[in-house]
């Protein structure tokens, strides 16, 4: 007995140090803009340097900044995730920027320069394969989907409260974690298709970039949040 309550506190700190994603979900005002895992050069050519700058340094920053600014009107003290199940509660100046802000933190958590190593499991490619035929087919879904969001938004891949999976997809800045979005699930891939996101270099050619961000996920992370190991 003795032994297993002194093995407690590290289990919990294992787990509370186990990874961004964790962190990310109990974060709590003042939110802070996350370091990339990478340079931002190292996605070129799928997604270039100056968009990366842009997009991390200038507009992911501002959806922190604005979170702040929004936040700093409601006492309450509760972590990102709470306020992404309650939005109904907050202003649209708190759900678009909490959404912002949680949205490129996953994204960028998703790429990897490397990713061309990184492996899917196999309980995840066996979910796949049971919910879309093959991985070929939930990606060619995934990039139709990606492609009929009109305007600015996000394509998800995400797990129901069945297990099994769905691609959706959010306008602006929403996600499938919000209680005002329908489908709900747990987002375990995400797509950034705000013409922020690829203008500088891909212009009007959403399809080109959405075929490159294949190149870029890294199945690895994709895979350990499909077990729910953030
Ligand atoms: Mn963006």
Excluded: C
């Excluded at 936040?71 to 995730?81: D, T």
């Amino acid at each position: 007995m003795k032994l297993s309550l002194g093995l407690l506190p590290l289990f919990f700190y294992g787990i509370i140090q186990a990874g961004t994603l964790n962190q990310l979900n109990k974060e709590q005002a003042p939110f802070k803009l996350p370091e990339l895992g990478y340079k931002t050069s190292a996605l070129a050519p799928a997604i270039d340097e100056a968009t990366m700058q842009t997009h991390h340094g200038k507009h992911h920053k501002a959806y922190v900044d604005k979170l702040n600014g929004a936040m700093a009107e409601n006492k309450s003290q509760i972590s990102l995730l709470q306020i992404l199940k309650s939005t109904k509660n907050f202003s649209m100046a708190v759900r678009n920027n909490a959404g912002g802000h949680w949205n490129h933190s996953f994204f960028w958590s998703i790429l990897s320069p490397d990713a061309g190593k990184s492996k899917i499991s196999k309980e995840l490619a066996a979910r796949i394969d049971k919910d879309f035929v093959s991985l070929e087919k939930m990606k060619e879904q995934f990039e139709k989907q990606s492609l009929d969001i009109f305007g600015s938004g996000w394509a998800w891949l995400i797990v129901g409260k069945d297990g099994s999976l769905k691609i959706t997809s959010t306008p602006n800045q929403d996600n499938p974690l919000m209680d005002v979005v329908a489908p709900q699930g747990r987002p375990i891939l995400g797509l950034d298709v705000w013409e922020h996101a690829y203008y500088l270099n891909y212009q009007n050619k959403r399809a080109d970039y959405v075929k490159a961000f294949w190149g870029l996920v890294n199945w690895q992370q994709v895979s350990d949040y499909y077990s729910e190991k953030p």
